[in-house]
């Protein structure tokens, strides 16, 4: 338990963040315990014992700085971890340093990136570049134009690390009752005159559900929105892509996919519940390229009983398929997972911040730049996700969605849409039923919603 006295309780959920980033040892809001009496003396730690004075007439902001400032270098409880991102806290850094950029030239935002958040040089260097590429794709972008994703929420088996709500895709009833839903919301829309900048069909593993529905899908979305700037399918697991999956992707113009081993040792495929090889990786991967599609592979950092030499070892196999894109996640941990309960969590997270850096300037060195990325809560080493591309081949799709820079129409179960107003930088969201039934019952009640922030658009 960390207990905390005299703050005021709208500040409560920032530094909850930045606590939890800094000991995850604390992984709930019943390990905090906030004794809320705004004053100008704020108590710390577990018996509060530790003190942050505060200056006299201090203005919000500054208090704010001057608190998580406190907890970054001065609160002192045990198993402390290392955070190369300061007092930042938050999913989207670059979507922050895309509004500096608005604001200042280039080197005053990297400045004030280490100065007023504390983050490592190069962490401030890496984000202040992916932000700059991400800004000069936005150029050629209509801000008030709008890219569809489409959910597919089926898996061939849950992978343990997974906490996503999928469906199993042998399932064929609900199969068939999810794809008929879902072409009547896709349908919903025909009216719409203007056509979307780009197509993302994501899941679970779109590729999962067998040809005859992808293709009913595929069909479906071609003749309502056309193939936008950039089509995606995420094929995901190897063991689902066969010849007759990537004809009918080809056939409707998909230009890009990604295939994810996650590793490239068998022994951890195993333990992760994936049923494939990494033999059925490559397999899959030599298919493709016949295709001539362009390629994104995606690995994760940190998979359970993986060294350092074998992340690394995965990530040179990849880089020597030369794919166009590599995306690295670092592993997030759920709830409760073993790893927290044995508390093996900081001897590993060392390591894996080390193999972060190692992956980072592997993959410039050939010729693989960042061009975004994302947090997530409880990532091992204070980790990140990041997508790597060769020069010009970077996905406007993953850009445009993780920074908000454009709005996103959803469709299916669980899809979130969201609608961007440029002039004051708003956000509105609608967030689809997320079980099945309701989705199937319901979905009209969303579209509704969706269709009254729809009004300020010409689309
Ligand atoms: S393939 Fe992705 S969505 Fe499907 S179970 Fe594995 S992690 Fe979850």
């Not at 994703?149 to 849950?158: A, E, K, L, Q, T």
């Not at 025909?190 to 900048?197: G, I, W």
């Not at 992956?359 to 080493?381: D, F």
């Amino acid at each position: 338990m960390i207990k905390f006295k005299n703050f005021i309780e709208a500040e409560a959920h920032d530094y909850f963040e930045l606590i939890r980033m800094l000991y995850p040892q604390f992984v709930s809001e019943k390990d905090i315990e906030i004794i809320n009496s705004p004053g100008k003396t704020i108590f710390l730690s577990q018996d509060l014992n530790q003190v942050c004075h505060l200056p006299e007439d201090i203005d919000l902001q500054e208090r704010r700085w001057r608190i998580k400032s406190y907890i970054l270098n001065s609160l002192d409880i045990k198993e402390k971890m290392p955070s190369k991102f300061g007092i930042l806290t938050g999913v989207r850094p670059i979507k922050l340093i895309i509004d500096l950029l608005d604001k200042m030239p280039p080197d005053q935002v990297l400045d004030y990136l280490k100065n007023y958040y504390s983050i490592e040089d190069l962490m401030a260097e890496f984000l202040l570049s992916i932000a700059l590429k991400e800004k000069s794709y936005f150029e050629s972008v209509d801000p008030k134009g709008y890219s569809v994703y489409i959910h597919i929420p089926f898996c061939p088996s849950r992978c343990t690390y997974c906490s996503y709500p999928i469906i199993k895709s042998s399932n064929k009833d609900l199969l068939k009752t999810y794809v008929d839903t879902l072409l009547k919301e896709l349908e919903s829309y025909r009216d719409l005159s203007k056509k979307p900048t780009s197509i993302y069909i994501g899941g679970g593993t779109p590729t999962s559900i067998g040809v005859d529905q992808l293709e009913r899908i595929l069909k479906t979305t071609r003749r309502i929105f056309g193939q936008g700037m950039e089509f995606t399918v995420e094929a995901g697991r190897p063991d689902t892509l066969t010849e007759a999956v990537f004809s009918c992707l080809k056939s409707h113009d998909v230009q890009r996919i990604s295939i994810n081993p996650q590793t490239m040792q068998d022994k951890t495929l195993s333990r992760l519940n994936r049923k494939h090889s990494i033999n059925d990786f490559l397999r899959a991967y030599d298919l493709a390229n016949q295709f001539d599609f362009s390629i994104n592979v995606d690995l994760i950092l940190g998979l359970p009983g993986e060294s350092s030499l074998e992340m690394m070892d995965s990530l040179g196999r990849v880089i020597n398929l030369d794919p166009d894109n590599i995306t690295v996640h670092t592993l997030s941990l759920k709830n409760g997972s073993r790893l927290f309960q044995e508390q093996e969590y900081f001897s590993i997270s060392e390591v894996i911040s080390k193999v972060i850096d190692d992956a980072y300037q592997e993959l410039v060195s050939k010729g693989y730049n960042p061009y975004y990325m994302y947090r997530q809560k409880r990532t091992l080493g204070n980790g990140f996700n990041a997508g790597y591309s060769k020069e010009g081949k970077e996905s406007l799709y993953n850009m445009l969605m993780m920074d908000e820079q454009q709005s996103i129409l959803g469709f299916g179960m669980s899809s979130s849409s969201k609608f961007y107003y440029p002039e004051s930088n708003r956000l509105e969201k609608v967030l689809q039923y997320k079980n099945l039934r309701d989705y199937q019952e319901h979905w009209q009640d969303k579209n509704l919603l969706k269709r009254t922030f729809m009004e300020d658009f010409k689309w």
